[in-house]
């Protein structure tokens, strides 16, 4: 026997980039348990739609926790309350029935809100821009064993490499910093031999482009590595920060960029 | 000199910064908390740090040293003020529900410790480094009895050119000092802040420069924590020991001390 109940929804509706959003409240009943919260959302813009309302839009894709698209901070908590998922993969039976749910996007000056729950996180892809990408032989690809990586290496360039560039990290951040998603982003690059050529430069490139975009800095509190669905750690930042102290103290003797 | 400026203009520049002067800062507070607890050895030893201090280093050095740790803490405030600045602007729309899930409380009210202390620093130097905090100078006889006592050294009083060296009674002006019950409140209220503020800053300051990852992160949160108790429990302790009669001012400058006393016997 499924168990259904009965929600509270306290959702920021906003038409555009220019207008002002408010909170909308709305009640929403026999929520299967069993759905996930993405799908609870369909459900509500269901009965939106149908009282000849606008639906609630949101940011989704693969609802599976892969793509990085879903963006919503939950109760005051970026992807809800489970550690280690994304909204897609949080479902209703980590609340109750009666509950009152209090959904809103992220909030950060890089990140303007496009409409209700979306919003814009271009700026992470400038700070991929910015260096994240490795120089390449073009032409047929090399043989898979051609260098060998420590499985150490491996293994840690693939926990940073786990980044889906959600941007919880900067929406839970008490200053809106993207250090953990660029910090992931360069020590995955910068810890693999592929990475090595750019690799100074590709770290004063993207903190460069991560301060200009006007995200804030880091006050090592930690929070990102609670919200991030991922688990991304915050040895990523520690990482970032030396490579950032290499990369000037080489540029200050021999400039790199 | 470009390269300069794009360090110090980035966060990360900034928050090295930091970390080097809050390492010296803590290194400092350490050194200092040393140099206090002499007190309970007698005054004639606390006394004789003093004079070490001030006379038998030369007062460039001294000097020297006074400038590169306001330098510091200018640095460091410098750091924090801009940085705030800059994380404010990051966030113009707040949310209006937000959990904290598992940064400690020490680590978000830094701006709150920090700016208690410096406020504290600001008190702590006029009150006994400039002595000129109304009512508390200490230096005037009509406030106190004269703070210039002999310079003691295994109990007998130092001589030189045939003159007893006098020195300040600093073991007096401290318990002057923390007689008065808000000057001592606000000493353990602000060290008690310091506490706060170390036990994030000193592991902190290992993560902005690069040096943490998770395992050490773990220790060097705890050996944090018991920096932060050590330095709080080292200061505290002197004024409440003031307050409970345990420490006792002495107009002689230690002379008069029973340990002094003895080893006068002996010598002769």
């Given at each position: 026997m499924e168990k259904t109940m009965n929600l509270t929804l306290r959702v920021w509706r906003q038409k555009n980039r220019l207008s002002v959003g408010q909170f909308e409240t709305y009640?929403?009943?026999?929520?299967?348990?069993?759905?996930s919260f993405l799908e609870m959302l369909d459900?509500?813009?269901?009965?939106?739609?149908?009282?000849?309302?606008?639906?609630?839009?949101?940011d989704h894709d693969c609802r599976e926790g892969i793509c990085g698209m879903c963006s919503m901070t939950?109760?005051?908590?970026?992807h809800g309350p489970e550690n280690g998922t994304t909204a897609c993969q949080l479902h209703m039976r980590h609340f109750h029935d009666g509950q009152t749910i209090t959904i809103e996007p992220w909030r950060a000056k890089p990140f303007p809100v496009i409409k209700d729950l979306v919003v814009d996180r271009s700026p992470l892809d400038k700070i991929i821009q910015a260096g994240g990408f490795i120089t390449a032989r073009a032409g047929s690809a090399v043989d898979a064993n051609a260098m060998p990586i420590a499985k150490q290496t491996a293994d840690y360039a693939m926990d940073a490499a786990a980044c889906i560039g959600c941007g919880a990290c900067v929406a839970a951040c008490?200053?809106?910093?993207?250090?953990?998603?660029?910090?992931?982003?360069?020590?995955?690059?910068?810890?693999?031999?592929?990475?090595?050529?750019?690799?100074h430069r590709r770290t004063l490139a993207m903190v460069t482009t991560m301060d200009g975009e006007g995200f804030g800095g880091c006050t090592n509190i930690g929070e990102c590595e609670a919200s991030c669905p991922k688990n991304i750690p915050l040895d990523m930042i520690a990482h970032l920060n030396r490579d950032y102290a290499l990369a000037q103290l080489k540029n200050f003797f021999e400039p790199v960029a | 000199m470009s390269s300069l400026c794009s360090f110090v203009q980035s966060t990360i520049g900034r928050k090295i910064l930091m970390a080097l002067t809050g390492l010296v800062l803590v290194l400092f507070v350490m050194g200092h908390m040393l140099g206090n607890l002499q007190i309970f050895l007698g005054a004639e030893v606390i006394n004789a740090y003093a004079y070490k201090l001030h006379y038998v280093l030369p007062s460039s050095a001294l000097w020297g040293i006074r400038i590169?740790?306001?330098v510091c803490i200018a640095i460091h405030i410098w750091a924090a003020v801009t940085l705030t600045l800059d994380?404010?602007?990051?966030?113009?729309?707040?949310?209006?529900?937000?959990k904290t899930i598992q940064a400690s409380y020490s680590s978000r009210t830094m701006r709150m410790s920090g700016i208690i202390l410096l406020a504290f620093i600001v008190f702590h130097i006029a009150h006994f480094t400039a002595r000129s905090v109304p009512g508390m100078q200490y230096e005037e006889a009509g406030v106190l009895t004269p703070m210039e006592v002999p310079l003691v050294k295994h109990g007998e009083a130092v001589m030189k050119n045939g003159h007893g060296v006098m020195t300040f009674n600093v073991n007096d002006m401290m318990i002057?000092?923390?007689?008065v019950w808000w000057v001592s409140a606000f000493y353990i209220l602000a060290t008690g802040l310091l506490c706060?503020?170390?036990?994030?800053?000193?592991?902190?300051?290992?993560?902005?420069?690069?040096?943490?990852?998770?395992?050490?992160?773990?220790?060097?949160d705890r050996v944090a924590l018991v920096y932060g108790w050590v330095v709080f429990l080292g200061f505290a302790i002197i004024p409440l020991a003031t307050l409970a009669g345990v420490l006792k001012s002495d107009p002689t400058g230690g002379l008069a001390t029973e340990s002094a006393a003895i080893i006068e016997t002996h010598s002769k």
């Open positions: 009640q929403l009943s026999d929520v299967s348990e069993d759905s459900i509500l813009s269901e009965q939106l739609v149908a009282d000849g309302h606008e639906p609630v839009a949101f939950i109760n005051g908590q970026p008490p200053n809106a910093s993207a250090m953990l998603f660029t910090s992931a982003k360069v020590a995955h690059m910068n810890s693999l031999p592929q990475g090595q050529p750019e690799k | 590169f740790l306001l994380n404010r602007k990051a966030r113009p729309q707040g949310y209006q529900e937000k002057a000092g923390f007689q706060m503020h170390l036990t994030h800053g000193f592991s902190s300051m290992f993560q902005s420069v690069g040096l943490r990852n998770t395992l050490w992160r773990k220790r060097l």
